[in-house]
T-cell receptor, first 114, second 115 residues
Framework: QKEVEQNSGPLSVPEGAIASLNCTYS??????FFWYRQYSGKSPELIMS????GDKEDGRFTAQLNKASQYVSLLIRDSQPSDSATYLC??????????????FGKGTHLIIQP | KAGVTQTPRYLIKTRGQQVTLSCSPI?????VSWYQQTPGQGLQFLFE???????NKGNFPGRFSGRQFSNSRSEMNVSTLELGDSALYLC??????????????FGPGTRLTVT
């Protein structure tokens, strides 16, 4: 059973600070990792993908992957009230016959306090 | 480029009925995946279609089925609806080849309520 674990929160961060979101995954064959942002009543929006160990930066967002520890994180710099949302971590793998569906964590609810 | 579209956006059905949901992927995307999202279980994978073939299926009963057309549009069907089928049904499309790892882009979803 593939699992992705996230702290449900809420995680409260002051405006302008760094928000740090974490997740762990159970399946060692997972090769692709994604962070989605979901506002209440909306569908998930892809914000970062990462496939290799290390850091990947895109604007205010940095994704970090450590396959040895089966750990993925997302850092949001200069947090804004508009970043308040639920952040979903997802893991996927390629099984040869086609990419499997993504396994999602249940999400971390992030609140940016003005 | 237009995003993923799903119809209808909202649906109310009675237990025992069946329902068909539709999804049009982003132009050029040939892979379509379906997910169910509920407050208790979160986002769960239903199935994935590529070139009109179901490549993978999640752990859902046979009442849940789908298909993909030659233009990559996809439909999913739920027969004999149960109260527990009330959920947000999300379609996601991606560019994928057999050797690529892929990013999935979600549509707005169809909110299904079973009474």
């Amino acid at each position: 059973q593939k699992e992705v674990e996230q702290n449900s929160g809420p995680l409260s961060v002051p405006e302008g600070a760094i928000a740090s979101l974490n997740c762990t995954y159970s399946d060692r064959v997972s090769q692709s990792f994604f962070w989605y942002r979901q506002y209440s009543g909306k569908s998930p929006e892809l914000i970062m993908s990462i496939y290799s160990n290390g850091d990947k930066e895109d604007g205010r967002f940095t994704a970090q992957l450590n396959k040895a520890s089966q750990y993925v994180s997302l850092l949001i710099r200069d947090s804004q009230p508009s970043d308040s949302a639920t952040y979903l971590c997802a893991a996927g793998d390629y099984s040869g016959g086609g990419a499997d569906g993504l396994t999602f964590g249940k999400g971390t609810h992030l609140i940016i306090q003005p | 480029k237009a995003g993923v579209t799903q119809t209808p956006r909202y649906l109310i059905k009675t237990r025992g009925q069946q329902v068909t949901l539709s999804c049009s992927p982003i132009s050029g995307h040939r892979s379509v995946s379906w997910y169910q999202q509920t407050p208790g279980q979160g986002l769960q994978f239903l199935f994935e279609y590529f070139s009109e073939t179901q490549r993978n299926k999640g752990n859902f009963p046979g009442r849940f089925s789908g298909r993909q057309f030659s233009n990559s549009r996809s439909e999913m069907n739920v027969s004999t609806l149960e109260l527990g089928d009330s959920a947000l049904y999300l379609c996601a499309s991606s560019v994928t080849t057999p050797s690529e790892l892929y990013e999935q882009y979600f549509g707005p979803g169809t909110r299904l309520t079973v009474t």
